[in-house]
């Protein structure tokens, strides 16, 4: 019998339906970083499904569903489409989110690492909450070094007043790191053993085409 597609293949290929026109839309009026950015957006969401069946990977289907959204809202609607111009709050939530998403991620990629790391333990969850808040803040510098670079290249103003709104963004990255150590913290029981389960539970998906 057949497996039956997971929500977020058919989330993937429903946003993948709203960026492709909008693709050929900004080519078409030779906005080249616009389009620039569609393809990207498609890239990066792809990615984690080739990642999956490349290495074998299982990502958990409720943080791959919150990444591709991210993906999508920051890539193509707040630089592709301009929600960071229009909307001026759409920066600010992003980087709260970014911050508790990459947390996750720097979590899953420990686990991908080190297996070991599934045994529930006081140190292991330490040593998850400081490497996950650790990683997050990384990722958020060097999406600060990808606005700024876009700014001197392109004339954009994602970086606002400078310095404030970089600290701004900085400080919302670690609130949001900081929430996700502490829920891995006291829940990490939980938490590492729902990433056994699906680990153990989920075949690998092939990237959808």
């Known amino acids: 019998m ?11 290929i429903l946003l993948c339906i709203t960026i492709v026109p909008m693709t050929f839309f900004h080519l078409a009026r030779l906005n080249w970083l616009s389009t620039g950015m ?11 499904f080739s990642l999956e069946t490349r ?10 569903t919150v990444l591709i959204l991210f993906l999508y809202a920051s ?8 929600f960071y111009s229009v909307f001026w709050w759409w920066d600010k939530m992003l980087h709260g989110a970014s911050g508790f998403i990459f947390a996750h991620m720097g979590f899953l990629l420990l686990m991908f ?9 006081i140190m292991s969850r330490i040593l998850a909450a400081l490497f996950s808040f650790s990683f997050s803040l990384a990722a958020g510098g060097v999406w600060e070094i990808y606005e700024y670079t876009m700014d001197c290249t392109f004339g954009t ?22 929430l996700f150590a502490l829920l891995l913290y006291f ?17 690998p998906q092939s990237p959808p085409h």
């Open 2 to 12: 057949k497996r039956k597609k997971p929500f977020v293949f058919w989330l993937y």
């Open 38 to 48: 569609c393809l990207l957006t498609l890239f990066f969401m792809t990615l984690p």
């Open 55 to 64: 290495y074998k990977l299982t990502i958990p289907r409720g943080f791959l």
């Open 75 to 82: 890539i193509f609607l707040g630089t592709a489409n301009r």
């Open 113 to 121: 690492l080190d297996p070991r790391q599934k045994q529930d333990s």
């Open 157 to 178: 103003l994602y970086q606002g007043i400078g310095i404030h709104d970089t600290m701004g963004d900085i400080i919302l990255d670690a609130l949001g790191a900081l």
């Open 187 to 203: 829940q990490g029981n939980r938490r590492f053993q729902s990433i056994h389960r699906q680990s153990s539970r989920h075949q």
